[in-house]
């Protein structure tokens, strides 16, 4: 069964200090990893997806294989990054089941 | 304007009583699927559909129904809803998840009594 954890409920840093949300995942082959973001009273977006090492925001995440994790970091944090943020996985192919974290909510303190 | 839609926003029901959340994007994906979000447990996924008339379970099925008869639309349908039920339903689409995000809806809070 796919699963994905996270390890922190809430990660509290501030502002201008580096910041690393933690993603690991259990998955029997390939996974495809995303992290989403919810900003307060806006709808889930998508940050990033492992597919495009890309870095939005200031935000990478790097997929590691052997520690299977996918952990979000961000070398100076904004106030602006304050949000809930969602590590997710899928089987390859673009039509699979979507498996999410719980969650990790990130206060960035001024 | 390219959006998901969901209705209603709020509903309050009681136990066993039938109801639908409607769910409609006009960007026309191939892929949608409902979630609930409980404190602490995150998002679960319910259902999902990789196209018309093709559809299969995610990690919290039970309790649910979906259909997906025209592409744009994906209701959920709760035939005898249990309090255990009530939570924070979202709606998702996307053309396909390995290169396109998926576009979320804005939520429906379901209350039942």
């Known amino acids: 069964a796919q699963r994905v954890t996270q390890p922190e409920k809430l990660l509290s840093v501030f502002k201008g200090a580096p910041v690393e949300l933690k993603c690991n995942y259990s998955?029997?082959?390939?996974?495809?990893l995303f992290w989403y973001v919810q900003y307060s009273r806006q709808r889930l977006q998508l940050l990033l997806r492992h597919i495009s090492r890309e870095s939005i925001k200031g935000f990478t995440a790097d997929l590691n294989k052997g520690e299977t994790s996918f952990h979000l970091k961000k070398p100076f944090a904004q106030e602006e990054d304050s949000a809930m943020y969602y590590c997710a996985l899928m089987g390859p192919g673009g039509y699979q089941k979507v498996t999410f974290g719980i969650g990790t909510k990130l206060q960035v303190i001024p | 304007e390219a959006q998901v839609t969901q209705n209603p926003r709020y509903l309050i029901t009681v136990t066993g009583k039938k109801l639908t959340v409607t769910c409609s994007q006009n960007?026309?994906?191939?892929?949608m699927s409902w979630y609930r979000q409980d404190p602490g447990l995150g998002l679960r996924q319910i259902y999902y559909?990789?196209?018309?008339?093709?559809?299969d379970k995610g990690d919290v099925p039970e309790g649910y129904k979906v259909s997906r008869k025209e592409k744009r639309n994906f209701p959920l349908i709760l035939e005898s809803p249990s309090p255990n039920q009530t939570s924070l339903y979202f709606c998702?689409?996307?053309?396909?998840?390995?290169?396109?995000?998926?576009?979320f809806g804005p939520g429906t809070r379901l209350t039942v009594l």
């Open positions: 998955y029997s082959g390939s996974p495809e």
């Open positions: 559909s990789m196209n018309v008339e093709v559809t």
């Open positions: 960007m026309n994906h191939e892929y």
């Open positions: 998702a689409s996307s053309l396909d998840l390995s290169y396109n995000e998926q576009f």
